[in-house]
């Protein structure tokens, strides 16, 4: 975390893997400024290998916490206030639906302040629970909704 001294708040660095990649169908979320601030810092993957499977009616990528499994996976890196890791939070229904847990994050590109880290921590939303034959189901290492998969991410405002 960090500490900006202009507005005395804390900032948390959050990993994020699926739909609010730049690119993707929610990463319009992160910079709509009635849901908090975000900053951009950097391109990175997990250090550890995890399974990142698209499941369910809606085609949600979700990343199972089963450290040593799947690939390592590749996303982005945001500084976050505390009111966007609010929203984020209810976003993705922790803690019914998801967890928010550090993971340790090999950095490729660096886009923040200051000298690049080769190495990170971040906060990662993974699955609290999921249906049985979801590690068996095609892992990926990285998430595009567009993908040749085939499985395109429903909008939560295009759901019925």
């Known amino acids: 975390m960090w500490l900006s001294a202009s507005r005395r708040s ?6 994020v893997y699926g739909t609010l990649k730049k690119g993707q169908p ?3 979320r992160m910079f709509d400024a009635a849901n908090g601030k975000a900053e951009f810092l950097a391109l990175a993957l997990t250090a550890q290998r995890f399974p990142l499977v698209i499941a369910g009616n809606y085609n949600v990528p979700f990343l199972l916490n089963i450290p040593g499994q799947g690939h390592r996976v590749h996303g982005e ?7 966007m890791l609010r929203f984020l939070d209810d976003f993705e229904g922790v803690p019914s639906m998801y967890q928010r847990h550090p993971v340790a994050l090999e950095v490729k590109e660096w886009l923040g302040e200051g000298e690049a880290p080769s190495v990170a921590e971040a906060f990662v939303y993974s699955t609290t629970a999921y249906e049985p034959d979801w590690p068996s189901l095609p892992r990926h290492e990285s998430y595009d909704s567009y993908g040749e998969h085939g499985l395109e991410y429903h909008l939560r405002e295009a759901r019925d």
């Open 10 to 15: 804390v900032m948390t660095s959050i990993f």
């Open 26 to 28: 929610n990463n319009y």
């Open 77 to 83: 890196i945001y500084r976050v206030d505390e009111r």
